[in-house]
């Protein structure tokens, strides 16, 4: 059973930041693609940014510049530093592990975190 548990969301004022936290744990072999997704009031799940295990990223358009993902396989593990925040990143971030060995493969997703920017 693999579990992710995701931490660090809560309230900020615009401009500010917020460092979200991500752990996978469970008997995992490997992680291919680790990443965080967001999901505001009404609308589609979206991809904020994901990493692979070796160190490529991918952001969405609407972060890029303003986020950063990393990762520390060895503790699997994803943070997600968010600056220069706007009221328009309100949303519920979920954690992804896409590609985890156990050894059978399979994706998994967090609980979900609220951010919430005021302005």
């Known amino acids: 059973q693999v579990q992710l548990v995701e931490s660090g969301g809560g309230l900020v004022q615009a401009g500010g930041s917020l460092r979200l936290s991500c752990a996978a744990s469970g008997r995992i072999f490997a992680i291919n693609v680790m990443g965080w997704y967001r999901q505001a009031p009404g609308k589609q799940r979206e991809l904020v940014a994901a990493?692979?295990?070796?160190?490529?990223?991918n952001y969405g358009v609407s972060v890029n510049g303003r986020f950063t993902i990393s990762r520390d396989n060895a503790k699997n593990t994803v943070y997600l530093q968010m600056n220069s925040l706007k009221p328009e990143d309100t949303a519920v971030y979920y954690c992804?592990?896409?590609?985890?060995?156990?050894?059978?493969?399979?994706?998994?997703w967090g609980q979900g975190t609220q951010v919430t920017v005021s302005s």
């Open positions: 990493i692979t295990s070796g160190g490529s990223t």
């Open positions: 992804n592990a896409a590609g985890v060995s156990t050894p059978a493969w399979g994706d998994y």
